[in-house]
C-alpha cells in the first residue's frame, strides 16, 4: 500500500514574532521524516491569504526545498489555481513547476494514468 502526504502550513494562533519562519521549517522537517519513513509522495497546496488555515503560497518553492532535503519520496503540486481565461496552461504556471522538478531529480508527484480506449469515435 502506498500512503502520501498532504501539506498546506497550517499555523493556528497565537503567533510569535518567527511563526512563519518556525512554520516552515516544521513542514521542511516533516517532509524529511516522511522521506525517511517511506512514504511514497509529499503534496503541497496552494493557499493565498488564509492566516492560520495556511502559510503555502508558494507551493514550487517548499517543492524545491523540500527536493534538497529528500531522496526517494515523490513530490507534487496537489492544487494549481488559474484564472477562468486561461484556454491553456500559460509558462506562467509551468516554469515554476518544471524548475522544481528539475531541483528534485525529476521526481514529479503525478501518478500515471491509465490508459485511453484504444477504439474509435465514428
Known sequence: MKIDLFNEIQDPRPWTDDHEHRRIGEALEQARLGDDLGYDCWWQVEHHGGEEFSLSSAPELMLAAISQRTRPIRLGHSALKMLAEHEAV???LRRPASSATSCASGRPGRRPRAPRSS???G
Open 90 to 92: 500559460s509558462p506562467r
Open 119 to 121: 477504439s474509435s469515435a
